[in-house]
């Protein structure tokens, strides 16, 4: 079954940063595209950023644009976001996902094999 084990989070000041790592669990990463997603407190999970499997190009949500990377490292079988100057509507659980697709400027996936996550939280 694919997996992710997601990781790195904590609690961190705005203005702060995270790296946040996910390695797949059972499988090799190659050619797969990936995605984070994160579910904030009483809300529905939301794509926030994708990486190709073919290039390694980046898409992001509006609500991290510029302020977020994402990477990968195939032979570690691991996904990265680098998240800085976070804010506090950051807050959330954040997951790993396989074959992201962008619709209408939203990230949505059929990836149902979701870890535990990670959680960042983000306040004074």
């Known amino acids: 079954q694919l997996r992710f084990v997601e990781s790195g989070g904590g609690l961190v000041q705005p203005g702060g940063s995270l790296r946040l790592s996910c390695v797949a669990s059972?499988?090799?990463?190659?050619?797969?595209?990936l995605a984070w997603f994160r579910q904030a407190p009483g809300q529905e999970r939301k794509g926030i950023s994708t990486?190709?499997?073919?290039?390694?190009?980046?898409y992001y949500a509006e609500s991290v644009r510029g302020r977020f990377t994402m990477s990968r490292d195939n032979a570690k079988r691991t996904a990265y976001l680098q998240m800085n100057n976070l804010l506090p509507d950051d807050t959330a659980v954040y997951f790993c996902?396989?074959?992201?697709?962008?619709?209408?400027?939203?990230?949505?996936?059929?990836?149902?094999?979701w870890g535990q996550g990670t959680l960042v939280t983000v306040s004074s």
């Open positions: 996902a396989l074959q992201p697709q962008v619709v209408s400027g939203q990230i949505l996936t059929n990836f149902d094999s």
């Open positions: 990486i190709s499997g073919y290039d390694g190009s980046t």
């Open positions: 059972g499988f090799t990463l190659d050619n797969y595209n």
